[in-house]
C-alpha cells in the first residue's frame, strides 16, 4: 500500500513536539562527519517555546504519514530576527543584500527557519511538496521567501535550486565561520 502524504500547517503542540524530535535527529552535532555529507544537516536547535512562538505568527509547515511528521518547513517572520543568534548574520545579510532593483529587506519577505525531510522520505518529492504548500499558504501576503545554506551543504543548494530558489549572494558568517550562500525563491513571478 502507498504512503498518502499530507501537507498541511503545524496545529498544535504535540505537531510541534514531533518536529523537535526530527530536528534533533538531524542536527549537525548529532551526525557523524560522512553521514554530514552524504545526507545533509539541520544546523539550529529550537526550544519548544519558539517554536510556539513562530508558529502563532506564521504557521510552520509540515508533512504527515499517518500521526507521524516526516518533514517540516519552518517559518520565521522577522521580528524573530534576535531570538536565535546564529540566525542574526543572516538577517543582517538580507538587510544589506542588493535585489532586483532594491534591498532584499525592502520587499515583503519571511525566512523559511529550516526544512528537514526524515531518512526514509528523502528523495520522494518531500521536500518539494512542502514548499509548495508553503507558498499556496503564504504567497498572497509576501513577495519572497528567503533562507540561507552552508556552502559545504550541496544537497541542499541543490534541492533549494531544483524548487526554484536562486543563489543571490555568498558571505562567510563572523559568528560561526561558516561560509554560507543566501538564496531567494520569488514568488512574484512562480
Avoid at 63 to 75: P, R
Avoid at 119 to 133: D, I, N
Avoid at 135 to 151: G, M, P, S
Amino acid at each position: 500500500m502507498e504512503t498518502v502524504i499530507e501537507y498541511t500547517s503545524a496545529k498544535n503542540s504535540l505537531d510541534l513536539e514531533k518536529i523537535l524530535q526530527l530536528q534533533w535527529s538531524n542536527l549537525e552535532k548529532n551526525l557523524e562527519p560522512k553521514e554530514l555529507a552524504v545526507e545533509g544537516f539541520v544546523t539550529a536547535n529550537h526550544s519548544l517555546e519558539l517554536l510556539i512562538e513562530m508558529n502563532n505568527e506564521g504557521p510552520h509547515i509540515i508533512a504527515k504519514a499517518g500521526n507521524d511528521i516526516i518533514g517540516y518547513a519552518l517559518v520565521m517572520t522577522q521580528s524573530f530576527q534576535f531570538r536565535l543568534p546564529v540566525l542574526v548574520p543572516m538577517f543582517d545579510e538580507i538587510k544589506a543584500t542588493r535585489y532586483g532593483n532594491k534591498l532584499l529587506g525592502d520587499y515583503k519577505y519571511f525566512v523559511m527557519g529550516q526544512i528537514c525531510i526524515g531518512k526514509p522520505y528523502r528523495g520522494t518529492g518531500v521536500f518539494q511538496g512542502l514548499y509548495l504548500e508553503m507558498r499556496n499558504q503564504f504567497k498572497d501576503n509576501y513577495d519572497l521567501v528567503v533562507t540561507e545554506i552552508a556552502l559545504r551543504n550541496p544537497r541542499s543548494i541543490r534541492a533549494h535550486q531544483k524548487v526554484g530558489f536562486q543563489i543571490i549572494h555568498q558571505y562567510r558568517s563572523n559568528h560561526d565561520h561558516e561560509d554560507w550562500v543566501l538564496v531567494v525563491w520569488d514568488w512574484r513571478y512562480s
